[in-house]
């Protein structure tokens, strides 16, 4: 005769308190994980601004080779002094380093709005010799660069001359491509060395780009470009002499992961740790 033996094992599931302890430690532990990987993505972000520079500044290096010099930054150059706001260092940098038009800068360039190597402004000769032309010293693809237009719309109010010009988009993607509705980066800041000169506002001009920060808004390096451009590119080593790092060529300046210029995040073509 089969005895029937009772299963004294009685089946439990978790308790209210058990799962909520468990999504506490697993809260905890988002807590601790977000943050850890917002800080690689921005390690990272930089990591790739950094290499952008490194491309660019082999870039103008090729530039300084073929022509004996950086190109200019300053926003007069090659523009009536008549105007409010001229062809400044950012959009100079996109033209030596890609041309007007993406095939290559053209040696007899002013650097102007107004274009007049290439279409056949009476003081060049007519039509144009695109002969002359030397590069890209970038690819488009590698430059990053982006018609102006295209990142900004244009507004009345707004003083800038030429919206049609190239600029190089950093790698932080916080701006839309118009065209492409592709991220785009914020301009890349181009500061050329004036070497003829020692005070460290006369060495590097925070006024070249002045135009472009001020495209989309009030930024703090507007506002206090003592503090927040000219203390960061100053080298701590000499204490006597103010001397900006870099004070024989150039400096390249991107906005960051915020797009403010000005700010702790800004990324330059120098390490000042």
């Known amino acids: ?50 290499a952008q520079f490194t491309t660019i500044e082999a870039g103008l290096e090729a530039f300084n080779t073929d022509f004996g010099d950086y190109p200019d930054s300053g926003r007069l150059s090659g523009t009536s002094a008549s105007l409010i706001l001229q062809y400044c260092g950012a959009q100079k940098l996109a033209e030596a380093m890609v041309g007007l038009d993406g095939f290559g800068f053209h040696k007899d360039s002013v650097f102007g709005h107004d274009r007049l190597d290439y279409y056949g402004n009476p003081i060049y000769v007519t039509p144009v010799d695109l002969s002359k032309r030397k590069g890209p010293y970038l690819e ?70 002045l135009s472009m920060v001020q495209l989309d808004g009030s930024h703090p390096m507007e506002a206090a470009p003592d503090i927040n451009f000219f203390a960061k590119i100053t080298n701590p080593n000499f204490t006597v002499t103010k001397r900006p790092y870099r004070a024989e060529s150039f400096i390249l300046m991107s906005a960051g992961a915020d797009g403010l210029y000005g700010t702790a995040d800004d990324v330059f073509n120098f390490d000042t740790e």
């Not at 118009?178 to 003829?196: D, M, Q, S, V």
């Open 140 to 209: 488009l693809e590698v430059a990053n660069a982006v018609s102006l237009k295209n990142l900004y719309p244009l507004k009345s109010s707004q003083l800038l001359d030429d919206y049609n010009s190239f600029v190089l988009s950093d790698k932080f993607g916080l701006l839309k491509n118009a065209a492409t509705a592709k991220k785009a980066g914020k301009p890349i800041l181009y500061f050329r060395a004036n070497t003829n000169k020692t005070l460290l506002w006369e060495v590097y001009n925070f006024n070249d780009n």
């Open 1 to 50: 005769m089969k005895t029937k033996i009772k299963d004294n094992y009685t089946r439990r599931g978790f308790s209210l308190l058990e799962i909520l302890a468990v999504l506490v430690v697993i809260s905890m532990l988002i807590g601790l994980l977000v943050p850890a990987l917002s800080t690689v993505k921005k390690m990272a972000a930089n990591v790739r601004q950094k």
